[in-house]
């Protein structure tokens, strides 16, 4: 049976996305990723799914070269356009229950 | 090897400057990022829109290419590198890592393949191996308790210089509580480093698969209940079908279609923590059904109904009769 994380240390989100610290302080500065706990960083813990909106934001604000507060917007609408994708799927899915 | 012409890939004219060149990058680089545009085909474009940007936007290696590109311009059976030529040395710092810095062979055979070689990272001995990521579809019912379930993925081995995909299987425990979109990390599962680093890490992206009877809002479960139109006025018992079984259901006289129902912790489970997990509820919207088929006595029925009944169901427009 292999071992499964539902949430990772910042120390480790360091090594897998190949940032320091500092940067990942900065990510949390501007929204793009948020810990689950505490305020100091030596025992903030994040969903595992900062690792991907980590890995997104360090590629457009390299291949677009753009600034962390744009990367943050960018992200923050890639997010919210998600979040707003499922809901209206369920919602269609809820509607159809109702008309069929 | 396949000559490949950056100003043409970018769009732009060979003499054209640093701030054309940037434009042009950046336009195209909008359109086809692979984070922006899902269509097929966008990020093998922004892979070459990449490359050729990181050749032309650099004075050095622009000053390498144009003399290649007079070199290899001329041939039709594909690029050769001319004779004596000399791979560009280890200056590797100058070369970022982009992406995940797979350039093509072309730039490699000029430019050293080192495109990915440093990173300025000091807490990072050799590069880790690639993260690898599949989507892991999960029935709602094995969301409320911890689930095993077997995976299978491909991964690449290297054997000799060649790339072979390999199948792996694994057994994992899904946690209670997990939710559509949630990723889930296993450590050490992901792609092996072709450096000496560490395995990667592989990424289960969970994908709940839609219910046929039942919608998810947060911790709580949608259901329409269909009622017929005499259960709806006189009030019924009915069986309600939940993840865990069914129960009985007292539904009131004149009940409304649309009328929600809620029935206390028969919903979804959150994750379990130390304070035990929250439980959803189990929303049962009603929605009145017609029968299909109406025969004569049911249509008396009804007819003496609507002689009695002195409703009005759009009294809200307004309208007089």
Redesign the interface.
């Known amino acids: 049976?292999?071992?499964?994380?539902?949430s990772?240390s910042s120390t480790e989100l360091?090594?897998?996305t190949?940032?320091?610290t500092e940067v990942i302080v900065k990510l949390v500065e501007y929204g793009i990723v948020e810990p689950l706990n505490g305020d100091q960083v030596e025992v903030w813990e994040f969903?595992?799914?900062s690792?991907?909106w980590i890995q997104?934001a360090l590629?457009?604000r390299?291949?677009?070269?753009i600034d962390w507060l744009a990367v943050s917007m960018v992200i923050e609408l890639?997010q919210q356009k998600?979040a707003l994708e499922?809901q209206n799927a369920?919602f269609q899915?809820?509607l159809s229950?109702?008309t069929k | 090897m396949e000559f490949k012409d950056y100003y043409k890939i970018l769009g732009v004219d060979p003499t054209a400057d640093a701030k054309e060149i940037k434009l042009a990058y950046r336009r195209l680089a909008r359109k086809y990022h692979p984070d922006m545009n899902s269509e097929k085909g966008a990020e093998d474009k922004f892979k070459e829109v990449a490359e050729a940007y990181e050749v032309l936007k650099n004075d050095q290696r622009r000053a390498k290419f144009d003399e290649i590109r007079k070199y290899g311009g001329r041939k039709d059976k594909g690029f050769e590198p001319p004779p004596g030529w000399q791979k560009q040395g280890q200056s590797g710092s100058q070369y970022n890592e982009h992406m995940s810095g797979d350039f093509s062979d072309f730039f490699n055979s000029i430019f050293g393949g080192q495109g990915r070689s440093s990173r300025a990272n000091g807490n990072q001995q050799a590069q880790r191996g690639q993260d690898a990521e599949i989507e892991l579809p999960v029935f709602l019912e094995e969301t409320i308790s911890d689930t095993q379930k077997s995976i299978e993925y491909m991964l690449p081995v290297y054997e000799n210089g060649q790339r072979k995909d390999v199948k792996k299987q694994l057994k994992v425990t899904i946690p209670q509580g997990v939710i559509d979109g949630e990723r889930i990390r296993l450590k050490g599962q992901g792609h092996v480093s072709q450096f000496g680093g560490k395995t990667g890490d592989l990424y289960l992206h969970i994908r709940v698969v839609p219910h046929p009877i039942f919608d998810v809002q947060g911790h709580n479960l949608v259901l329409a209940l269909p009622l017929a139109p005499w259960e709806a006025a006189l009030g019924t018992k009915v069986t309600i079908p939940t993840l865990e079984g069914k129960i009985s259901v007292s539904v009131p006289p004149k009940t409304q279609a649309g009328k929600t129902l809620r029935l206390k912790g028969k919903g979804l489970k959150g994750r379990k923590s130390k304070e035990g997990c929250i439980t959803g509820d189990l929303l049962a919207i009603i929605k009145i059904v017609m029968p299909s088929e109406i025969n004569e006595e049911q249509k008396n029925l009804w007819q003496a109904l609507a002689v009695k009944g002195a409703f009005d169901p759009r009294a809200e427009w307004g309208a007089k009769k």
């Open positions: 049976m292999s071992q499964t994380h539902i990772i360091s090594i897998v190949g940032v320091e969903e595992t799914s690792v991907h997104k590629r457009l390299k291949d677009l070269e890639m998600e499922k369920a899915r809820q229950r109702f």
